[in-house]
Nanobody, 117 residues
Framework: QVQLVESGGGLVQPGGSLRLSCAAS????????MSWYRQAPGKERELVAV????????TYADSVKGRFTISRDNDKNTVDLQMNSLKPEDTAVYYC??????????WGQGTQVTVSS
């Protein structure tokens, strides 16, 4: 049974930091590209950050570049998103995604991040 379980969300003041974590099970984690997406109220889900299966290549949305860092541990089957210098516009539900062409496309249940004073 495939599972992606996000954790680490919460309420933080502008300028603060949070670290999201996604624990994966039920599939060959090290073979999958892992991503973080987010969806704000009334908006479409958007890609935040991607990390290649081997962890050597990462890409980021322009809106988070320089503030967020995605990382993975293929021994622990986890992918993290370190979020610094948070802004109110970062408020959203954050989702973990695992993708491998012709194999699977899996989603977690999401974790709420609220940036507010």
């Amino acid at each position: 049974q495939v599972q992606l379980v996000e954790s680490g969300g919460g309420l933080v003041q502008p300028g603060g930091s949070l670290r999201l974590s996604c624990a994966a099970s039920g599939f060959s984690f090290s073979r999958y590209r892992m991503s973080w997406y987010r969806q704000a109220p009334g908006k479409e889900r958007e890609l935040v950050a991607v990390i290649r299966s081997t962890g050597d290549i990462t890409t980021y949305a322009d809106s988070v570049k320089g503030r967020f860092t995605i990382s993975r541990d293929n021994d622990k089957n986890t992918v993290d998103l370190q979020m610094n210098s948070l802004k109110p516009e970062d408020t959203a539900v954050y989702y973990c995604n695992a993708f491998k062409f012709n194999c699977g496309d899996y989603w977690g249940q999401g974790t709420q991040v609220t940036v507010s004073s």
